[in-house]
Nanobody, 127 residues
Framework: QEQLVESGGGLVQAGGSLKLSCAAS????????MAWFRQVPGKEREFVAA????????YPADSVKGRFTISRDNAKNTVALQMNSLKPEDTAVYYC????????????????????WGQGTQVTVSS
């Protein structure tokens, strides 16, 4: 059973930066598509970004494009989300997700495309 554990969340002022990390135990992530989602209580889960196993192809959501960068280190079995120029509307619980098939059967932004999820880490951006 794959386990994903997020870390790096916290409180930051608007305009600041945070870097989230997702570590995996179990099988290697090197063949998995990895992604980050976020969710605010009472709202639907929102896709943030995804990265293919090659570590080069990424799919950032329009809302974070130019501010957030997803990356991975297959040797260390980790995925990161560098968040810059943070805004209060970025406040949410951020979740790491994995697609163990290594390919999409639908849009990358759909939660159903991912079969493993972490427990989440809180990010709070103050104005």
């Amino acid at each position: 059973q794959e386990q994903l554990v997020e870390s790096g969340g916290g409180l930051v002022q608007a305009g600041g930066s945070l870097k989230l990390s997702c570590a995996a135990s179990g099988r290697t992530l090197s063949t998995y598509i990895m992604a980050w989602f976020r969710q605010v209580p009472g709202k639907e889960r929102e896709f943030v970004a995804a990265i293919l196993p090659n570590g080069v192809t990424t799919y950032p959501a329009d809302s974070v494009k130019g501010r957030f960068t997803i990356s991975r280190d297959n040797a260390k079995n980790t995925v990161a989300l560098q968040m810059n120029s943070l805004k209060p509307e970025d406040t949410a619980v951020y979740y790491c997700a994995a697609n163990s098939r290594g390919y999409y059967t639908n849009r990358a932004s759909l939660g159903a495309q991912y079969d493993y999820w972490g427990q989440g880490t809180q990010v709070t951006v103050s104005s």
